[in-house]
Structures are given as structure tokens and as C-alpha cells.
């Protein structure tokens, strides 16, 4: 049991760390005990298999604790068992890799601070707050690891539906109409020929809802996102995925394709169909100041406000024509080149016939889905990514901005739990959580602490671990 010199106590700060570390390493000597009676239940492995005595290993977690587990090993005879040749029935019953040094909620708390901030303030904020002592390269290996699962799954989902042909799961949500929108994001690539590389992200959603009681704060209502380093037909074949997985189709009445004109955002069209294209305002507002100026582009915007298409196809003419220098010129040319391609599509969706929802809004928010799911994180302070990296960390941008990562995280552990039954194993874990739940804190507070025999019992930190020494575990 650890203790703790009466000066190193200076702060409440202080103190309450000191009494988590008291707390934990007491747990953890519970729990070790537990586990060593654990492994000495687990059968044997079968024949074939021989013994080659305990083997220790260690696990950091939380609190600066350090897990000492002493667990029996065995070894194929005549042949190559598990990693290294060994087998150890504990590690798989618990879903421990054979080379991790990390207990999975350190794993699980790093790949989360990953996905907000960069890898070594990540590794910093474990160290310094939670007490692990842990590289960045590690968090960044822990987070590639669980993005590229991420993605595996993603890719899986695809290829069974339009490789395989298996059927796609149906939602059950019935709704008249749904919004699309897409955009690109470049990010630097890292020791590419390529210096950029452009992700596409899509989002779907039913509509809009009011924050706040006067209704001028709105968010999207039941959003969902996908996307990453895709070709074309990957992108839409998993927001087809998408939105099947939500949505019974049969009732959907109308799709709205918003994005800046690319060909890959319209040939969504195609995917969705019958699907409507609307070119971004925000896409459309842009190129208008870009090309125009003073006058001319007041005329153009209240043109377009008044879905005066010949009037605003005048006014592009005359910007070219009144052009004062080859590079205004140029502008105004590729302002009327990028709008005449999107020609059918700059008018205001809700002033065309079909079904909308309550409080429809004007489309074009995918500038700020784009900033908070990956320009955020992955574009600040001159960061650049390998393709593969990008990719796995948008996966997991992705699932975090659904409010799903924690959840995805502990099913990814329970999945590596589960895939313990192949030795009958599978309710080891459950089993030391039942018998950490029933034992007595104050015996082993009791027990484990020199620290309340001696005058520093009188100290705060004596104190409060007396008091802690008292405590009954109700039953």
C-alpha cells in the first residue's frame, strides 16, 4: 500500500489526489487478489496443451496504479500456440492483447481526448490529470487502431450491400422529406507527392428545430454523417447505407441534394434519386463577390433574390463586359462559367412545389458541419496527415460528433470480451466485478495503512483516510 509524507500534502488539490491514489491502489489490491483467484478457477485449455507456470504482466490504468497480474501460461506441445507460442487463458477471458501495457480504459480515455485535441496534449493532459504515464505516439497508435476498425466496419457495410447483394438493414422512421448536403475538405498530407487531399463529408437530416424559446436558434434535427477518403460511388454507397439504416424509404416523398456544384456532389443524384440539386447559397453568395463588385453586384444578388434569371444572366454579361483589367475580367468570366453550370439549381428550394417540413430553412450548412467534424481538429496549427490516418481519424470525428464514440468505444471492448467464450471464459470479467462489488473497503483501508498509526493521523489527509477507514459497503 502506498503512502503519502505529511509535506507533500499542500492543497485540497493535493489532498483529494492523495485519496484517490489511497483509493485505488487499494482497489487495485482487491481486485489483483481477485484475479489471481480467478485464474486458478479457469480450466485447463485441453489436451495438447502443457503447463509452463505463471507469468507476470503489467497493466498502467488511472491514478498512477499499476496492475501486477501473475496468471498460468501453457504452450502447444510440438507445435506454436498463441502469441509467442503461449497461451494464457486470463488474458483472453479478460480481452487483454497479449502486448498491451495499457488497461482499455486508459485506451478508451485517450482515444477520446484524441479526437479534440492533438496527440501529445492528449498523452500531457493523461499524464498530468489522470496520472498515466504514456507517450503520444501511443495514443496515436491507440486512436489509428480504432479508426481503421471504424472504417473496416464502414467498408464492410458497403460491400455486403452492393458486392454481396446481402440485403440492407431497414429503419423504421417515416418521414415526407429529407435534406442531403456535401462538401469537401482538403487537409495536408504528410510525405505525399499530393500536398493536399480532399475528404468528402455528407450529412442527412429531416429538417430544423428550435434552442431557444423564440425559435431564432435552430439545430439540425436527427443528423447523421458519414464519409472519409472515398472514390465517388463509395461516398454515395454509404450515405445510400445511410439513410436506409434510418429510414423506412417507401414513404419518402422528396430528397434534397444540396452542395457547391462539383460533378461528385451532383452525381448524388443519381444514388438518392429522384433527387433535387440546389447549389449552396453560401457557394453561390461567394462566387457573386468574387466576380462582381459595387453596383453590378447589388443588381445580382437582388436578381437572384427574385429568381430573375434573366436579368441576373444580363448582369454577368455586363460584369465581363465592364471588367477595368484582365484579372477582374478573368473573374467575372469564371463567376458566369460557374453559375451557368449550376443554372437550375440557384433558385430557393421552398419556393418550389413539393412537400418541406415545419420551419424550413434556407440550405447551406455544411460549412459548419464541415469546421466541427473535421477542419477543427485536423487543420489547426499547420497539422498534416497520411491518407490512412486522415481517414481513421474522421471516422472517429464522425461517431463523436454523433454523440456515439463512448458507446462505439465500449462496444469495441465488449467485443474483444465477448471473443473469450472459445475457453468458456466469458463471464471471468462480469465474475471479478461481482466479487470487487461485495468487499470491504475498510478492511483493506484498515489493513494496508501505516500511514493512521502514526501522528500524521492528525493531519487533513490522516484525517479524511480515517474517515475513508470507517466506510461499510451495503449489502
Not at 469564371?334 to 415545419?358: I, S, V
Request: overall charge positive; glycine content about 10%.
Amino acid at each position: 500500500m502506498m503512502q503519502f509524507k505529511q509535506d507533500g500534502i499542500k492543497s485540497f488539490k493535493g489532498l483529494m489526489i492523495g485519496v484517490l491514489q489511497v483509493l485505488v491502489q487499494g482497489m487495485g489490491d482487491a481486485l489483483q487478489t481477485i484475479v489471481d483467484e480467478l485464474d486458478n478457477e479457469l480450466p485447463h485449455p485441453g489436451p495438447g496443451w502443457e503447463s509452463v507456470g505463471k507469468k507476470e504482466r503489467r497493466l498502467s490504468t488511472l491514478f498512477g496504479l499499476t496492475l501486477v497480474i501473475s496468471r498460468r501460461g501453457y504452450r502447444r506441445r510440438g507445435g506454436n500456440g498463441a502469441a509467442n507460442g503461449l497461451f494464457f487463458p486470463l488474458d483472453e477471458a479478460l480481452g487483454l492483447a497479449s502486448e498491451e501495457r495499457f488497461c482499455p480504459l486508459v485506451q478508451h480515455l485517450g482515444i477520446s481526448l484524441a479526437t479534440e485535441t492533438s496527440f501529445r496534449k492528449a498523452a500531457e493532459l493523461l499524464s498530468s490529470v489522470f496520472m498515466v504515464p504514456v507517450s503520444h505516439q501511443q495514443v496515436h497508435r491507440w486512436l489509428q487502431t480504432a479508426g481503421a476498425e471504424r472504417e473496416g466496419e464502414e467498408s464492410e457495410k458497403v460491400s455486403a450491400a452492393f458486392e454481396r447483394g446481402e440485403e440492407i438493414s431497414a429503419g423504421t422512421r417515416v418521414v415526407p422529406a429529407l435534406v442531403v448536403e456535401a462538401d469537401g475538405v482538403f487537409i495536408r498530407q504528410q510525405r505525399q507527392a499530393k500536398r493536399w487531399q480532399e475528404y468528402k463529408l455528407g450529412v442527412v437530416h429531416e429538417g430544423w428545430e428550435a434552442t431557444s424559446p423564440d425559435g431564432k436558434r435552430v439545430r439540425l434535427k436527427e443528423k447523421a454523417c458519414w464519409g472519409g477518403n472515398l472514390t465517388t460511388d463509395s461516398f454515395w454507397e454509404r450515405g445510400v447505407i445511410t439513410l436506409a439504416n434510418r429510414y423506412d424509404l417507401t414513404g419518402l416523398e422528396r430528397v434534397l441534394l444540396n452542395g457547391d456544384g462539383a460533378a461528385w456532389i451532383k452525381e448524388g443524384q443519381a444514388h438518392l434519386g429522384p433527387a433535387e440539386f440546389y447549389l449552396d447559397p453560401f457557394h453561390r453568395n461567394q462566387a457573386l463577390r468574387r466576380g462582381l463588385e459595387g453596383d453590378l453586384l447589388s443588381k445580382a444578388q437582388s436578381a437572384v433574390e427574385a429568381e430573375d434569371w434573366s436579368q441576373l444572366e444580363s448582369i454577368l454579361d455586363q460584369a465581363v463586359e465592364a471588367a477595368k483589367d484582365p484579372e477582374a475580367k478573368k473573374r467575372a468570366q469564371d463567376t458566369r462559367r460557374y453559375l451557368k453550370a449550376n443554372w437550375d439549381a440557384l433558385g430557393d428550394w421552398r419556393k418550389q412545389t413539393g412537400t418541406q417540413p415545419a420551419g424550413a430553412k434556407a440550405l447551406g450548412t455544411m460549412e459548419s458541419q464541415v469546421r466541427h467534424i473535421a477542419a477543427k481538429r485536423m487543420k489547426r496549427n499547420g497539422t498534416s496527415w497520411c491518407p490512412n490516418g486522415a481517414n481513421n481519424m474522421i471516422q472517429l470525428r464522425l461517431l463523436a460528433q454523433a454523440g456515439s464514440l463512448d458507446s462505439w468505444l465500449d462496444g469495441r471492448n465488449d467485443a474483444r470480451w465477448a471473443s473469450s467464450t472459445a475457453h468458456g471464459n466469458g463471464r471471468v470479467a462480469s465474475e471479478a466485478l461481482n466479487r470487487l462489488s461485495k468487499a470491504d473497503p475498510a478492511g483493506w483501508l484498515r489493513a494496508g495503512l501505516p500511514y493512521l498509526e502514526s501522528q500524521s493521523t492528525h493531519t487533513p489527509l490522516g484525517r479524511a483516510l480515517k474517515g475513508l477507514s470507517r466506510l461499510r459497503v451495503a449489502s
